[in-house]
């Protein structure tokens, strides 16, 4: 029986990865590897090392989450060292824990290397810590999306309990997000940020507010993070003048 190490492969730019993480890839018999890993990580592995693509993609073919527990079980029972590289951080809306529950059930050993997950990126990238003394003590990583057969969330009250919110995979239905947190109560003013690409040089950020991210969501592109919360309003009010009225601010 082989190893199958889990890896955050980070939000985007190959050298974002861990030192550990990049020694393992380096040395994988076996690399099964998520659609934004960048190619540029790709090429830290051996030449000899087989290459499996499993990615994720909204509304694009994706594979099936069945077939990589399998996978990566069948792996480890030919191959010594074993890469399942996650983009982020394999903890952080990643589905490691099917994966490790496969895993256990197989008797096959497994260690989780962590990364750096795409709100940490975003927020670097935006120039704005996500938690500031006297004005946010907590932040939420949150998703609206609902996966097939899975229970809605109230995913809504998580972001009005807390001071910054991080949405993942939300872009896609920022109309909706918009519309559930004003019906619940949360002001149309409230300042927004929407990122993607972060750490990459195609990156485009854009500061609006909650009422006019419907507008802003479409030209700032996918994959991308909706960043929400006080803690950026004055930055945005010093840097992006007319920045409530204008549905889009483009780096």
């Known amino acids: 029986m082989g190893k199958v190490y889990l890896i955050g492969a980070?939000?985007?730019?190959?050298?974002?990865?861990?030192?550990?993480?990049?020694r393992l890839l380096e040395q994988a018999d076996v690399v099964l590897y998520d659609a934004l890993v960048q190619p540029e990580l790709l090429a830290m592995t051996?030449?000899?090392?087989?290459?499996?693509?499993v990615g994720k993609r909204c509304k694009e073919v994706s594979t099936d989450q069945r077939f990589i527990n399998r996978s990566?079980?069948?792996?480890?029972?030919?191959?010594?060292?074993?890469?399942?590289?996650?983009?982020?951080?394999?903890?952080i809306f990643g589905r490691a824990q099917?994966?490790?529950?496969a895993l256990q059930a197989a008797g096959?050993?497994?260690?989780?290397?962590?990364?750096?997950?795409?709100?940490?990126?975003a927020?670097?990238?935006?120039?704005?810590?996500?938690?500031?003394?006297?004005?946010?003590?907590?932040?939420?990583?949150v998703t609206p999306r609902v996966g097939e057969n899975e229970a809605v969330s109230d995913w809504a009250q998580s972001v009005l309990v807390a001071d910054t919110a991080v949405l993942?995979?939300?872009?896609?239905?920022?109309?909706?997000?918009?519309?559930?947190?004003?019906?619940?109560g949360l002001s149309g003013d409230t300042p927004v940020a929407i990122i993607s690409n972060a750490s990459l040089p195609n990156m485009?950020?854009?500061?609006?507010?909650?009422?006019?991210?419907?507008?802003?969501?479409?030209?700032?592109?996918?994959?991308?993070?909706?960043?929400?919360?006080?803690?950026?309003?004055?930055?945005?009010q010093q840097n992006f003048p007319g920045w409530k009225e204008r549905s889009a601010v483009f780096a």
């Open 10 to 22: 980070g939000p985007g730019a190959a050298d974002l990865i861990t030192l550990r993480g990049a």
């Open 46 to 53: 051996h030449p000899a090392a087989r290459m499996i693509a």
């Open 72 to 91: 990566l079980v069948e792996a480890a029972q030919h191959y010594e060292l074993v890469v399942r590289l996650k983009g982020g951080d394999p903890m």
């Open 98 to 101: 099917e994966e490790i529950a």
């Open 108 to 121: 096959i050993a497994y260690e989780i290397v962590p990364g750096i997950t795409s709100a940490l990126a």
């Open 123 to 141: 927020a670097a990238e935006l120039g704005v810590s996500l938690t500031q003394r006297g004005l946010s003590r907590n932040v939420v990583f």
């Open 168 to 184: 993942y995979m939300a872009s896609h239905q920022s109309t909706e997000i918009a519309a559930a947190l004003m019906q619940r």
């Open 204 to 236: 485009k950020k854009s500061h609006t507010t909650l009422a006019q991210l419907p507008d802003a969501a479409g030209d700032v592109g996918v994959p991308a993070l909706i960043v929400l919360g006080e803690v950026l309003r004055a930055q945005a």
